[in-house]
């Protein structure tokens, strides 16, 4: 294992209202990363991190923001979430190599 | 982003080797091939990645063409526990912004006693 732990790793919520997603690791490596998956789809980015306090855009961004404060937590943030951000959100963080992610457990997000 | 294409889904028994396809015609010189598995209910697992030569570690084999226009996970003696969803990925040689992977749909594996 990796040392990724995500948190909560089920949540409920209304639209409307903010939620944020944890991603802890214990690995003290750089680079992490958010993804999404919804059924019909792979794993989409949402935003990565190559250091703290730096982030990036990743394809689909629109509604998400993301800190860095620390190496070891990379938060996810929807400020007001949405019935289309239903979905499986996962947390990855880049290998000492740098060739491979390592994946957290998942967070399933369901809002109603 | 160079495109991937992999079959839908295939099927293999227990014990057996599997090959997985994966054709990647657009393929740049600096792409690496990386291989993927999900299986249910988890998160996405690193498999293995090459860029020119095959490549072999404790999980699997990369077979990778000449051309490097396809390539072939192998499983050299599936068990039950291989059942998942492989992905054949394009990507950087770098972390961050180099090494976006963009994962398909990827092919299905069901693995029979």
């Known amino acids: 294992d990796a040392g990724i732990t995500q948190s909560p790793r089920h949540k409920v919520t209304e639209t409307g209202t903010p939620v944020t997603l944890r991603c802890h690791q214990t690995?003290?490596?750089?680079?992490m990363y958010w993804y999404r998956q919804d059924p019909g789809h792979g794993l989409r980015l949402i935003h990565y991190?190559?250091?703290?306090?730096?982030?990036d855009k990743g394809e689909v961004s629109d509604g998400y923001s993301v800190s860095r404060s620390k190496t070891e937590d990379f938060l996810l943030t929807l400020e007001s979430a949405t019935s289309s951000q239903t979905s499986v959100y996962f947390c990855a963080l880049s290998g000492p190599g740098f060739y491979e992610q390592y994946f957290g457990p998942g967070t399933r997000l369901t809002v109603t | 982003d160079a495109k991937t294409t992999q079959p839908n889904s295939m099927e293999s028994n227990e014990e057996e080797p599997v090959h997985l396809p994966c054709n990647h015609s657009?393929?740049?010189?600096?792409?690496?091939i990386h291989w993927y598995r999900q299986l249910p209910s988890q998160g996405p697992e690193y498999v293995i990645h090459g860029l020119t030569s095959n490549v072999n570690n404790r999980m699997a084999s990369l077979a990778i063409a000449e051309d490097r226009k396809s390539s072939t996970l192998i499983l050299h003696r599936a068990t039950l526990r291989d059942a998942a969803v492989y992905y054949c990925?394009?990507?950087?040689?770098?972390?961050?912004?180099?090494?976006?992977?963009?994962f398909g749909k990827g092919t299905l594996l069901t693995v029979n006693p």
């Open positions: 657009t393929i740049s010189g600096t792409d690496y």
């Open positions: 991190s190559y250091g703290v306090k730096d982030t």
């Open positions: 690995e003290n490596h750089r680079y």
């Open positions: 990925i394009l990507g950087g040689n770098r972390g961050g912004s180099n090494y976006k992977l963009t």
